[in-house]
């Protein structure tokens, strides 16, 4: 069973953890990157949505095998295309995350920046409710509060945009069963992305011999400048991941509750101010009833973990 991703200090018990500066350091930067992701994907063009999803398969695979080789990680990885259950749930990790990349992809490159904001902002919401369905989970009245919330700020903004927020909730419902996906694999994030790119590398590389042969590719079409943002977009994806799981060994699961957020603040300003999305007052209705579910369901969280968290005395000897 490959285990050489998993375990390791708080990955067990990570409410054990003790946050450190280098931890909230590295979390802040994998944070920041994922903010300002939007000011990335609009450089590609003309690249289309689809073609920039499958570069970011292929070139997240290529640093992924340069990093395997010059780690040595090669037994790891095909002990874990071994693992027939790990495979199958790798898969639909897979396909979540393509889902999630192509529609934040979409999203920024055809000026919904803001909506992709709001995918982020209300997929803590959407984890809950998978935990409801899926795990058959009982939520406190707080939780069920803020869900209510939730959902009433999704109806204002459908009609603020005069249909459901689509990009928001595939962010959000493809994110929130990734992150279910990946915690059932267990694996550490450089393993996990490692096949979840590797399962889709055939089909994106296919894609783009279509396009090729079609006469729609882009890259190497486009200049240099385009084609090595196009191979950019492995280790733009790559390296936050990379430090977000080494800020996960290192920070309280509180902490890192609090941390996410810090990503769709960057990308809704960035929206408002760099890309001029304009904001309707049902909109800002609606965000603002994101935010206060948000809070509620933030100082539940909090409040809860608190309770549950007992420091224990050591017996005498």
Request: proline share 5%; charged share 10%; with cysteine.
């Amino acid at each position: 069973m490959p285990a050489s991703g998993r375990g390791g200090p708080g990955r067990a018990y990570p409410h054990l953890v003790n946050d450190s500066k280098s931890g909230v350091g590295l979390g802040v930067a994998a944070y920041l990157c994922w903010g300002f992701f939007p000011l990335y994907w609009p450089l590609l063009d003309p690249a289309s949505s689809l073609e920039i999803l499958a570069h970011r398969f292929v070139w997240s695979m290529v640093f992924v095998l340069v990093s395997i080789t010059a780690m040595g990680k090669w037994s790891t990885f095909i002990a874990i295309a071994r693992d027939r259950r790990l495979m199958v749930i790798l898969t639909f990790a897979s396909i979540t995350i393509a889902l999630n990349w192509g529609g934040f992809i979409y999203g920024v490159t055809n000026g919904h920046v803001v909506e992709t904001s709001l995918g982020y902002f209300i997929n803590p919401l959407v984890t809950v409710l998978l935990g409801v369905f899926v795990l058959k989970e009982t939520l406190r009245p707080a939780q069920w509060g803020a869900i209510g919330i939730g959902v009433l700020a999704v109806v204002v903004l459908s009609i603020g945009y005069g249909r459901l927020p689509w990009i928001a909730l595939l962010v959000a419902f493809s994110f929130a069963a990734y992150g279910f996906l990946k915690k059932k694999a267990n694996l550490g994030a450089f393993e996990g992305l490692g096949m979840e790119t590797a399962i889709l590398f055939p089909v994106a590389v296919a894609f783009l011999v279509v396009l090729q042969l079609r006469g729609d590719l882009t890259f190497g079409h486009d200049g240099p400048g385009n084609a090595a943002l196009l191979v950019g977009t492995g280790v733009v994806t790559a390296i936050p991941l990379l430090l977000f799981g080494a800020a996960a060994t290192r920070l309280t699961l509180t902490t890192i509750g609090i941390l996410q957020y810090l990503g769709p603040i960057i990308q809704f300003i960035t929206g408002l101010t760099i890309f001029d999305e304009t904001m309707t007052t049902e909109r800002w209705i609606g965000f603002i009833l994101v935010w206060i579910a948000l809070v509620i369901f933030t100082v539940d969280a909090i409040t809860s973990r608190r309770r549950r968290v007992v420091p224990t005395e050591v017996a005498p000897i």
